[in-house]
């Protein structure tokens, strides 16, 4: 059970409740995470801002690469969960290459460089070295590209903190850090 309370559609704020009828309207469901996070209006109104943002970044399969290899790195059960879900049913990956994701890999080459990179900035918080920009570059990303790899693996570092700290009940096909990739 949830460390924190998930509030349903009728007793979230007020204030939330037009962002998750929007999320409704999208997906057909509201997952627990954004019930959770609408608790806080402010952090909901920001979450789902910079996620509509991030959704322009790059391409669908690399933004699931790069979450899957950022909730793993945390040991965000719930975004593990979440993002395997959607990155076999969403950007259509492959069983085989969500389990390279998890470990910061990608079976194709450019998305390998920006896993990696997500995984690695995560891991030594931003502490990378200049070959690892370079290796980007080398790879194809242009530096507004590598700024939205970034930005897409602290969004997921935000997410996989607040489930973590809620314990956030999975409400979709449980997949664990602890499990292999």
């Known amino acids: 059970m949830s460390r924190l309370p998930i509030p349903d559609l009728d007793s979230a704020p007020a204030a939330s409740r037009p962002i998750l009828e929007a999320v409704h309207k999208q997906l057909g469901v509201v997952p627990n995470m954004f ?11 920001g979450y789902t801002g910079n996620n509509g943002a991030l959704s322009r970044a790059l391409d669908v399969k690399t933004r699931e690469r790069i979450a899957l290899a950022v909730a793993q790195v945390n040991g965000c059960d719930y975004c593990l969960s979440a993002h395997t879900y959607l990155g076999l049913n969403l950007a259509n990956l492959t069983p085989d290459e969500v389990a390279r994701n998890r470990t910061g890999r990608s079976g194709d080459a450019k998305a390998d460089a920006a896993v990696g990179f997500a995984a690695k900035v995560v891991r030594e918080r931003g502490r990378v070295s200049e070959s690892d920009i370079t290796g980007l570059r080398e790879a194809g990303y242009t530096d507004g590209q590598i700024v939205e790899i970034v930005a897409l693996a602290a969004e997921n570092v935000f997410t996989n903190l607040i489930n973590n700290v809620a314990e956030t ?8 850090a602890s499990q292999a990739g």
């Open 169 to 176: 009940d999975i409400d979709f096909p449980v997949v664990t």
């Open 35 to 45: 019930r959770l996070i609408a608790t806080s209006p402010a952090a909901l109104e």
